[in-house]
């Protein structure tokens, strides 16, 4: 079963705002990624951090992977319409193409 | 092709038939996945090839569940006598291997009546 937890489970945000999503395991993770969901749609890969304490920036997204490697974070500034979805977080246990545990993931609501 | 193609998009099938699912992946990438997604969970691991063989298929469920790639780029997913707790969406994603990130196709949304 999944071992990530991911909070907070739904946002809703006034379009502008920031937001803020994180996730954390019991276990060590080597890689950790986020990903954003559409209804219909495979998740697409938003942004991919390799090293502890490494920050990652994709435009207004911002993501860290934790010192412990047991956490991360991504941070979304200035929201948009756009940015509706669910949000998800993976890990990855081993160094190469391993496959990826999935967090439950965070719904992105932005209300006008 | 320009990405990864999951036929069928949909499937509806009975409570104990056989299904398969086909993924054709990005061409000349070599890891092949096939995830499976609960409705409001996350995609949970099933199996994952690199080239014809399966590297690891610790995450599928049950011996009805066999995923095949027989050479190294086309996969399909087969599961037999169907239950309906195996409805769900089936993703397949590929990568170039080692640790690049990989691309999911859309799925197939697979119900058991």
């Known amino acids: 079963g999944q071992q990530l937890n991911q909070s907070p489970q739904s946002m809703f945000i006034q379009e502008g705002e920031d937001v803020s999503m994180n996730c954390t395991s019991s276990s060590i993770f080597n890689t950790w990624l986020w990903y954003k969901q559409e209804p219909g749609e495979g998740p697409v890969l938003l942004i991919a951090?390799?090293?502890?304490?490494e920050l990652t920036s994709n435009g207004r997204l911002t993501a860290q992977f934790g010192i412990t490697r047991k956490d991360s974070f991504l941070n979304i500034s200035a929201s948009i319409p756009s940015d509706v979805g669910i949000y998800f977080c993976a890990g990855r246990r081993g160094g190469g193409a391993d496959g990826l545990t999935f967090g439950k993931g965070t719904h992105l609501i932005i209300q006008p | 092709g320009a990405g990864v193609s999951q036929t069928p998009s949909n499937k509806v099938t009975e409570k104990g038939k056989y299904v398969e699912l086909r993924c054709d992946p990005i061409s000349g990438h070599t890891a092949l996945y096939w995830y499976r997604q609960s409705l409001g969970q996350g995609p949970e691991f099933l199996i994952y090839f690199q080239g014809t063989g399966a590297a690891d298929d610790s995450g599928l469920p049950n011996d009805r569940f066999f995923a095949v790639r027989p050479e190294g780029s086309v996969s399909t997913l087969k599961i037999q006598r169907t239950e309906r707790g195996d409805s769900a969406v089936y993703l397949c994603?590929?990568?170039?291997?080692?640790?690049?990130?990989?691309?999911f196709g859309s799925g197939t949304r697979l119900t058991v009546v």
């Open positions: 951090l390799y090293k502890a304490g």
């Open positions: 994603a590929s990568s170039k291997g080692g640790s690049y990130g990989y691309t």
